[in-house]
T-cell receptor, first 113, second 109 residues
């Protein structure tokens, strides 16, 4: 039983392309997150949604647009990909009152050429 | 803003005890969490301290001292499978976690 799943696991694309990453959780959580982990393993929050509503939007270029069709899904669309977008992107979920205990998906390794 | 500092690398031998420190700067927070991440894997939750003192979960214990802006993760009876990166993280009213710089633990036979 997969708790938090992401697709695809690997994404290799050219600069300037648009791509999407999908995330689904079956834990019944009401809060979902997107994180970016760079090559130095620094893990940084990008967005957070609670019951389909955006509650955290860190300083992220507006080329990144999250979408939550329902509280079990949170997708990330990236326009006009740049070399610096290469990273591992993690989706996570938690109960809103237990944000310290987050469950992470397996990650999507994005490589922009 | 908030920031958390950890040693970049720690090495220990199988069966030993190792302590991974975390010092932080923040104007306020609810608690300090610890996550483990194996190479190529996802971060997984290990432990959480809302109050000062020691929390024990099997071979892992975590400690928090708010007055010293300091916490640590203690791993006992080290096993090879404990080789991983360990992150401390601050949680607060903003419903987000701020992660530390991470510590790569290498367990040697």
């Amino acid at each position: 039983d997969t708790a938090v799943s992401q697709t695809p696991k690997y994404l290799v694309t050219q600069m300037g392309n648009d791509k999407s990453i999908k995330c689904e959780q079956n834990l019944g959580h009401d809060t979902m997150y997107w994180y970016k982990q760079d090559s130095k393993k620094f893990l940084k929050i990008m967005f957070s949604y609670n019951n389909k509503e955006l509650i955290i939007n860190e300083t992220v270029p507006n080329r990144f647009s999250p979408k939550s069709p329902d509280k079990a899904h949170l997708n990330l669309h990236i326009n006009s990909l740049e070399l610096g977008d290469s990273a591992v992107y993690f989706c996570a979920s938690s109960q809103v009152q237990e944000t310290d205990t987050q469950y992470f998906g397996p990650g999507t390794r994005l490589t922009v050429l | 803003g908030q920031s958390l500092e950890q040693p970049s690398e720690v090495t220990a031998v199988e069966g030993a005890i190792v302590q991974i420190n975390c010092t932080y700067q923040t104007s306020g927070f609810y608690g300090l969490s610890w996550y483990q991440q194996h190479d190529g894997g996802a971060p997984t939750f290990l432990s959480y301290n809302a109050l000062d003192g020691l929390e024990e979960t099997g071979r892992f214990s975590s400690f928090l001292s708010r007055s010293d802006s300091y916490g640590y993760l203690l791993l006992q009876e080290l096993q090879m499978k404990d080789s991983a990166s360990y992150f401390c993280a601050l949680g607060g009213a903003t419903n987000k976690l701020i992660f530390g710089t991470g510590t790569l633990l290498a367990v040697q036979p």
